[in-house]
């Protein structure tokens, strides 16, 4: 009866190794950083370009309230250079793309200005009337552009993306090292129980490891020995 000190030792099979538990890990591990940075940059890109459009809306509505009442004595006295001095004020902020005003009693367009390069969707538009003692005087129209925000949009999404790139890389380099550091421990402790019940030591314990991944298999070996 042969023992089993005695059997042939299973040879390798002279292939090629070419897979590593280390790499799979780290590619793994990458690719749910990779993930979870692409949702993250998305959701916050989305929440501040919601946010933004808010606030443009905000800013909209408080032009026209300031313009309204800055307009209203012009107007009514028909200054229309002074009419002009107000209105180029609030033209020559970097949101507002068109803005103009118009007497009604004359039916005079007194300003009409527009930027001219921001396309239809991308403006906030608001159109109201000038009051004077309840008296229509005026309509203003004024529109809004969001192309002020895109530049801040593009650094924050060009940051997010510089970041998340920097996660990836420092993950890639040294997760590979602590996993081969980590997996290590475990493995050379497996072999050594191995060549122990190899050598015809059977009376291997449970003390002799201490991994859950392991354990598994090295209770199959006690239970052949």
């Known amino acids: 009866m042969t023992s089993k000190s005695d059997k042939t030792p299973i040879k390798p099979s002279g292939l090629e190794k070419t897979r590593s538990i280390s790499r799979n890990l780290t590619f793994s591990l990458v690719f749910i950083v990779i993930i979870a940075t692409t949702l993250v940059v998305a959701v916050n890109y989305s929440f501040i370009t919601i946010n933004q459009k808010a606030e443009l809306e905000r800013k909209a509505d408080e032009y026209v309230q300031y313009l309204v009442e800055s307009l209203e004595l012009s107007i009514w006295s028909i200054n229309d250079e002074n009419v002009e001095k107000i209105a180029d004020s609030y033209f020559n902020n970097e949101l507002v793309a068109r803005l103009k005003i118009i007497e009604e009693n004359r039916r005079l367009v007194l300003y009409n200005k527009n930027k001219g390069d921001e396309l239809e969707s991308d403006l906030i ?9 309840g008296k229509v005087i005026g309509h203003l ?19 997010s993306m510089i970041t998340g790139i920097t996660i990836i890389i420092g ?11 980590l997996l290590s421990r475990p493995f050379q402790q497996l072999t050594k129980n191995i060549d122990d019940f190899a050598e015809g ?4 314990s449970s003390s002799d490891f201490r991994y859950i991944e392991t354990d598994s298999l090295m209770q199959k070996f ?4």
Request: charged share 25%; aromatic share 10%.
């Open 125 to 133: 538009k608001r159109s109201t009337k000038i009051l004077h003692d």
């Open 141 to 159: 129209e004024l529109s809004l552009t969001a192309k002020a925000f895109q530049e801040s949009k593009r650094m924050i999404l060009w940051s």
């Open 171 to 181: 993950v890639i380099l040294t997760s590979r090292y602590f996993l081969r550091m």
């Open 222 to 225: 006690i239970a052949m020995g």
């Open 201 to 204: 030591n059977y009376e291997i």
